[in-house]
């Protein structure tokens, strides 16, 4: 199977990547409480983009289609990532958010307690699966070390504190950049990078650049969309502080540039990233 266009790729393995995510975690969570309430967040909509994006690497590295389920137990940990990052954003203590993707957050749904449970849940979980995939071990090595660095006090819970101690001061470009990097962007350069570390290409500077432009891109289009929908008026973003044009323009530059790095990548099929790239088009 040859599939040249990110949206196919996602439409083609979602179904098989989502029921995996389902059946993985009922098999192994026994406490009913904990299994709904982590499948509850984990099932709520999500368009699976950091996982995806894993597994594109891995394919454009040379990994066969019929080959990528081998990889769902890294790529499914991404994902309990994610989702944790989640419950606890929206939290009473952190951004205090009733609904998510027109559904009752989870601890409006269930408490506050079993909401952090959740979550602690999904955190600890992920390198659990990690560790019993069937990559060997110096991959499943490097994925541990490149999501826990990304997605812990260096990288993402580094720009969650950052967001929730500094909500009331207006920040400066350099400091939503670092706040926007860490919080959003950390983990999807994390997908993009353990999707080529555990398919044996090696990582260069230009495949890097793409997943760090990516990544705060992706940001940049989430600011926009809420500014369209007139949320986050008084929060650190992008349009609230330099304003709408501006961001539209550096966000085409970002996009730009990593189009500009990935077509520099060596021994690597470039067409699911580029193609990757239309989900910033209006």
């Known amino acids: 199977m040859d599939i040249k266009n990110f ?29 709904e309430s982590m499948l509850y967040s984990l099932n709520s909509g999500g368009k699976r983009v950091r996982p ?18 081998k ?10 990532i994610h989702t944790y990052s989640l419950i606890h954003d929206d939290l009473p203590e ?14 409006k749904k269930f408490g ?37 660095h990304n997605a812990g006090p260096m990288g993402m819970v580094a720009g ?12 400066n470009i350099d400091e939503l950049t670092q706040l926007h990097k860490q919080k959003t962007a950390d983990l999807i350069s994390a997908a993009i990078t353990i999707g080529a570390s555990s398919a044996d290409h090696k990582l260069s500077k230009e495949l890097v650049e793409y997943a760090e432009k990516v990544g705060l891109a992706f940001q940049l289009k989430d600011d926009l969309d809420d500014a369209d929908d007139g949320e986050d008026v008084d929060k650190n ?12 323009e550096k966000l085409h ?10 077509l520099k990548e060596e021994k690597f099929d470039k067409n699911l990233l580029v193609s990757f790239l239309d989900y910033f088009k209006k």
């Open 94 to 107: 952190m951004d205090n958010d009733d609904y998510r993707r027109g559904k009752l957050t989870s601890h």
């Open 253 to 262: 530059n970002l996009v730009k540039d990593a189009l500009n790095a990935v």
């Open 160 to 171: 969650q504190m950052t967001d929730i101690t500094k909500e009331d001061k207006q920040l």
């Open 71 to 80: 990889y769902f137990d890294v790529a499914g940990s991404i994902e309990l």
């Open 7 to 35: 949206q196919d790729f996602h439409k083609q393995l979602l179904p098989q990547f989502d029921q995996f995510l389902t059946d993985k975690l009922t098999q192994e969570v026994k406490q009913p409480l904990m299994l």
């Open 112 to 148: 506050t307690g079993p909401a952090v449970l959740a979550g602690d849940g999904l955190l600890t979980q992920a390198f659990y699966w990690i560790s019993k995939s069937s990559l060997d071990t110096s991959k499943r090595m490097a994925a541990v070390r490149i999501l826990a």
């Open 237 to 248: 973003t992008f349009p609230n502080l330099i304003g709408k044009q501006a961001t539209e």
């Open 52 to 69: 995806m994006l894993m597994l594109a690497t891995a394919y454009s590295s040379g990994v066969k289609f019929e080959d990528l389920p």
